[in-house]
């Protein structure tokens, strides 16, 4: 560890080598690798590891360790103000302590494997006021953490801050271009008006950092004619509010100026200038200036393009001249998407259909050796169940077009409504969904669908029975750099000695190792329950469903 003689070149020397080995990372599992290694290697310690904060905003998730198990990667979890950890989110401060383990604030992390550690430093992780996580260092051998140490930590992790969040808006970049490739691949010429919102989110994206300007957003005519409607908004740091439809007659506006006149407009300040009709949004929201442009194909305007700024600025005419020509191209691709037939869309969902109704037979005829034993009714109802598992992925599917499936939002409504259908009268229960958001093709999507909902309804049939304290299952979903890790846990009556599966389970062993190509495995925690977990190859992020 550093000593106080040498500690200020030393903390120099080791940010400068830990802000040399960020500059060439740029996806988050390779960032999150480097800054743990490296602060392993500057601060002399046995362990480093980063626990990200959950988009619930409650749960921090273990992402990255030198010293702790790998498999608690991804996977293990503290809320907030549990832990040391926990703790040093909680109250935004720094906290360590000599002898960890005795700290009234500590507790062990499932899996992780920590007890042969002493001594733990964490810090929270922020970038300006959002905090986003927290690390934390240990040692084998007893330390007293001194403060220019306390202070090193607090600088790597101001730095680590913020080239994660560098990190989680490449990673969402690329998730956003790998799901266009995706789309492609169903077909070259398969559009729809929803995967045109996926495109004008990413050419709003494009516009606002080209322009460097808080919000841009794209109006487009209706099918009718009649109104302009709001299709893709990129906010940065601001509010900005969906919009109502306008009606096209409303010309003294400033979108129905441009859309009449097929003219740009440049207002300096939205909030004074009296041709903006907003002026008390706009002063809630701190738009400043405008630059409003028509979306235009072949002299015949089709909507409009604006970009706000929060300081007032008057744009240059290379800027004027590139969002004019970013807003002719976006047009282009609008009018050549509407031309396409959708011959390739109805193909592609028989595709689906078929592969799904051929899910729902397979099921059925797992259930045909059973047939003299099983009640009629459970049977009905165990099936039904299972097709509103694949039905809930066609809703998202038909919400947001040939996108791949939110797979958190399926789980979300697929446990929702099994709760509601199955819980026993009388019986005090809840079921979370909580972690990372998982977009995956629908084939993949379908699976997890259909296993998650196996294992909702086992507990439910079987973890419970009659107990005085109330009920609790949790499915977690989370990543490491090689897996997709999902966990369905119970505080119920735990796994009996000898666990022999039924249908339920065999559906899904099936499903985990033959359509998933993953790993099952039954767990006993040490607080009682039972923890199911998959683990599954992140490879299926990229297949066709």
Request: proline share 5%; with cysteine.
């Amino acid at each position: 560890m550093f000593t106080a003689p040498s500690a200020r070149p030393q903390a120099l020397g080791a940010l400068r080598e830990i802000a040399r080995a960020l500059s060439t990372a740029w996806d988050l599992d390779t960032t999150l690798n480097l800054i743990v290694q490296k602060t392993t290697e500057v601060m002399h310690v046995d362990s480093c590891t980063i626990y990200l904060l959950d988009p619930d905003g409650r749960t921090l998730r273990l992402r990255a360790s030198t010293g702790l198990a790998s498999r608690a990667v991804g996977r293990a979890t503290l809320n907030v103000g549990e832990g040391m950890t926990g703790f040093a989110v909680e109250s935004n401060e720094p906290i360590f302590a000599r002898d960890a383990q005795h700290d009234p604030h500590f507790k062990l992390v499932d899996e992780a494997e920590e007890t042969p550690f002493i001594s733990l430093l964490a810090v929270p992780l922020h970038i300006e006021a959002n905090l986003i996580g927290a690390m934390n260092v240990q040692t084998r051998t007893p330390h007293d953490f001194n403060a220019n140490e306390v202070a090193l930590l607090s600088l790597i992790g101001d730095i680590a801050a913020g080239a994660l969040a560098k990190a989680q808006l490449y990673d969402k970049q690329t998730r956003q271009i790998e799901e266009m490739r995706a789309l492609a691949q169903v077909s070259e010429v398969v559009t729809s008006p929803q995967y045109l919102d996926d495109i004008l989110d990413v050419v709003t994206e494009m516009a606002a950092k080209m322009m460097d300007t808080a919000v841009c957003a794209i109006f487009l005519l209706n099918d009718a004619g009649t109104h302009l409607e709001l299709r893709s908004a990129r906010r940065d740091q601001t509010a900005y509010e969906h919009r109502p439809p306008l009606p096209t007659s409303a010309i003294h506006s400033v979108i129905g100026t441009v859309l009449h006149t097929g003219q740009p407009i440049y207002i300096g300040n939205v909030q004074s200038d009296p041709r903006y009709q907003g002026q008390a949004l706009a002063r809630q929201e701190g738009l400043v200036s405008l630059l409003s442009v028509p979306l235009s194909v072949r002299d015949r305007v089709i909507g409009v393009f604006n970009c706000y700024t929060t300081e007032s600025r008057q744009f240059t005419t290379e800027q004027q001249t590139l969002f004019a020509t970013l807003a002719n191209q976006t047009a282009l691709a609008i009018e050549n998407a509407r031309l396409v037939t959708n011959t390739a869309v109805v193909r592609e969902m028989h595709h689906r259909i078929k592969n799904n109704l051929q899910t729902v037979a397979m099921l059925m005829q797992l259930q045909l050796g059973d047939a003299d034993r099983l009640d009629t009714r459970e049977v009905l109802q165990t099936n039904i169940h299972r097709i509103r598992s694949i039905a809930a992925v066609h809703e998202i599917l038909s919400e947001k077009g040939f996108r791949l499936v939110d797979v958190k939002d399926v789980l979300e409504r697929i446990t929702r409504t099994t709760a509601e259908t199955m819980t026993p009268p009388g019986q005090s229960l809840t079921i979370r969904v909580f972690g990372e958001a998982l977009t995956l093709p629908s084939k993949p999507a379908t699976a997890i669908a259909l296993v998650v909902n196996e294992l909702v309804q086992n507990s439910l049939e079987h973890a419970f029975g009659v107990q005085s304290v109330p009920g609790h299952i949790e499915v977690s979903l989370g990543r490491s750099p090689e897996q997709i890790i999902i966990i369905v846990r119970d505080n119920g009556r735990g796994l009996p000695t000898n666990v022999t599966p039924g249908l339920g389970l065999e559906i899904v062993e099936t499903l985990v190792q033959e359509d998933l190509n993953g790993r099952l495995k039954f767990n006993r925690p040490p607080n009682g329950g039972t923890e199911i977990s998959l683990r599954l190859p992140r490879t299926i992020e990229q297949e066709i469903g």
